[in-house]
């Protein structure tokens, strides 16, 4: 709810905050149980950033984080231990996030000495079992991450992340790194899994393309803040922002008759955001109110919310 987060930006001698990185800029955004929830944007967009401050990683510099109608916003570590459990993150890049020096059971396990009250004879059960639900077999838990290829790495990531039996998985461009060729297995296990455990998923990508099977709806964030949500369905049909206008009109095999909104130009700095609407210095439908005046985002009514003054006049 209201989510921010800056970071300060340090300069001259006296290495003095000279400005923010307005990463988060006022986020509200709800994960309903059981769904995919797409947050996709350009890189710089806010959207790991905003991940992470779901799963308490980061602190905001303001708002709120609600889980499962608890505040647990100004939680200290101990007393978000039990939330934490519930919580858990699938890193992009699978080679630099598993710890080279561990043995995959020893990485599994790690989760499992931290939250769970488990003999040790519990854990190597629990961690075989792991395998094989992520499709490997049980010696690979005496194996080290230099003898695995990204695909695998990742399933043992995965393993790592449900073997604190999780309800809520964020899944950080958790494809991104990979061989096309093995992303959509991945996608696949993910899939499988979520029905298998009823997990929740907030899948981080920058690729309308990946998301389009994955998610049940789709975030678009733009600058740090969010352009529009909707159900997948009337997001890639009913597109209202022109920014996700323009992502949609750049993904292949998507609607060829839609007359193609070319995206000019970079995104701003995220540490100088343009006045009125974040996009306006890149919209093909900009006008004079877009430059003064901030777009709220409003619903437009099955679950469809737009931040453009398109629909406002
Ligand atoms: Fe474009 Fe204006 Fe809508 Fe922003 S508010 S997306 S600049 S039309
Ligand atoms: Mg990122």
Do not use: W
């Not at 950033?49 to 100004?74: A, Q, R, V, W, Y």
């Not at 393309?209 to 709806?217: A, E, G, I, N, P």
């Not at 006045?275 to 469809?304: K, Q």
């Amino acid at each position: 709810k209201n989510l921010k987060k800056y970071f300060p930006v340090k300069g001259g001698i006296l290495k003095r905050t000279i400005g923010h990185v307005k990463a988060v800029e006022n986020v509200t955004l709800s994960i309903y149980q059981g769904e995919t929830l797409g947050l996709v944007g350009e890189s710089g967009s806010g959207k790991s950033t905003l991940g992470h401050l779901i799963l308490k990683l980061l602190d905001p510099t303001e708002g709120k984080i609600i889980f499962n109608g608890k505040d647990i916003t100004s939680y200290s570590q101990r007393k978000i231990r039990p939330y934490r459990k519930n919580m858990q993150m699938i890193f992009q890049d699978p080679y630099s996030s598993l710890n080279p020096r561990m043995s995959v059971g020893d990485l599994i396990e790690e989760p499992l000495i931290l939250h769970d009250r488990l003999t040790k004879k519990e854990r190597q059960n629990r961690i075989i079992e792991l395998l094989h639900t992520v499709g490997l077999d049980e010696e690979t838990r005496f194996k080290y991450p230099h003898e695995f290829s990204g695909g695998q790495l990742q399933r043992i990531g995965i393993a790592r992340a449900l073997s604190s039996r999780p309800s809520l998985v964020i899944g950080d461009e958790p494809v991104s790194l990979l061989d096309v060729s093995v992303q959509s297995q991945v996608l696949h296990l993910m899939s499988d899994l979520q029905i298998k455990f009823n997990l929740t998923y907030l899948f981080i990508s920058h690729d309308l393309s990946v998301v389009k099977h994955m998610c049940d709806r789709i975030a678009v964030m733009y600058l740090g803040r969010i352009a529009e949500v909707a159900p997948k369905h009337s997001l890639y049909k009913e597109p209202l922002h022109p920014y996700t206008k323009a992502l949609i009109a750049s993904v292949p095999g998507v609607d060829r008759k839609r007359e193609k909104v070319k995206l000019e130009g970079n995104m701003p700095s995220p540490s100088n955001h343009p006045a009125g609407c974040p996009f306006h210095t890149r919209c093909p439908e900009s006008h004079n109110r877009c430059t003064v005046e901030r777009p709220e985002l409003i619903n437009m009514g099955n679950d469809h919310y737009v931040a453009c003054h398109l629909y406002t006049e």
